[in-house]
């Protein structure tokens, strides 16, 4: 009997021992930095989906991005010079646009990602190769959706500067009282400063968000040309 209970115990220290080393080996194998918190992320999202968002993490040093608010959407260029960085930024926005047209959300944790599923089929995406990447274009009719949208690619940005840092915090709604309080404008750009308020000098202007601004000084439109979004509105 006490030679019974021997032998089970041993097996089910092998299993556990079996089990434990055989996910370290995988989370190995995928080169992953560790990520508890994708645990929450839901089932939805494929391996291969989330093994390519956390790679482009990995590599987020190596990728560029430049975003340009338009009248009814957001335009993006997302380039690396690595070509393995290249390929993963072609197959993550691919992806992600025929989860747009699937309605497979992803991220559904985060208040921004998960409104922007909701509204996917107001959304009108555009991905065109460029030599080193990808150019987006995402257009729709509906102002609360180019709002969602242009926040989202700010997001990606984020992504991009901070790498893996970023990857659980949580993005609020346009139009949220967090995002408000993130808005720091005072002049409407025509005739007062958006940084300041102040009367504007017609000579220090600058193209910003497809228009052109005016300030009262030259520190006011290097801090708009650096952070549009804090001082001006789409
Ligand atoms: C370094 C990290 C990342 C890079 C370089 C990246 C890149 C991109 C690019 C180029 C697009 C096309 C739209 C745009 O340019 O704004 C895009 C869209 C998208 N990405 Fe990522 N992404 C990253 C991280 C993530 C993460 C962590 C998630 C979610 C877990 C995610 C989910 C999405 C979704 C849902 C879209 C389509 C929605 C939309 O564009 O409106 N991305 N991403």
């Known amino acids: 009997m006490n030679r019974l209970i021997r032998a089970s115990l041993r097996m089910t220290a ?33 391996p291969q989906d989330m093994q390519t968002i956390h790679a482009l993490f990995n ?17 993006t260029l997302t380039e690396s010079d690595d070509q393995a960085v290249q390929a993963m930024i072609v197959e993550h926005a691919l992806a ?38 990808v150019r987006v274009v995402e257009t729709s009719s509906d ?13 990606v940005s984020e992504f991009v500067a901070e790498g893996m840092s970023s990857m659980h915090k949580s993005h609020e709604l346009p139009g949220s009282k967090a995002d408000e309080k993130s808005f720091l404008g005072k002049g409407d750009g025509l005739t007062t400063c958006p940084v300041t308020g102040a009367p504007v000098d017609k000579s220090i202007k600058a193209e910003i968000l497809g228009r052109t601004v005016y300030f009262c000084c030259q520190a006011c439109r290097d801090a708009a040309q650096k952070n549009p979004e804090l001082y001006l509105k789409p």
């Not at 021992?17 to 929450?40: K, N, P, S, W, Y």
């Not at 430049?66 to 335009?75: A, L, P, Q, S, Y």
């Open 14 to 46: 092998a299993a556990i021992a079996i089990a434990v080393f055989g996910l370290t080996g995988f989370a190995q194998d995928r080169g992953q930095e560790g990520c508890r918190g994708c645990m929450r992320m839901g089932q939805s999202q494929g």
């Open 59 to 75: 590599e987020h040093k190596k990728i560029r991005r430049t975003v340009k608010n338009i009248e009814n959407g957001v335009e």
């Open 96 to 133: 992600m646009q025929k989860r747009l047209e699937n309605k497979q959300p992803i991220r559904q944790w985060d208040p921004l990602f998960a409104e922007l599923f909701k509204h996917a089929e107001k959304i009108t995406m555009q991905i065109s190769k460029t030599q080193r990447g």
């Open 143 to 155: 102002a609360y959706v180019v709002k969602l949208m242009q926040s989202h690619a700010q997001g």
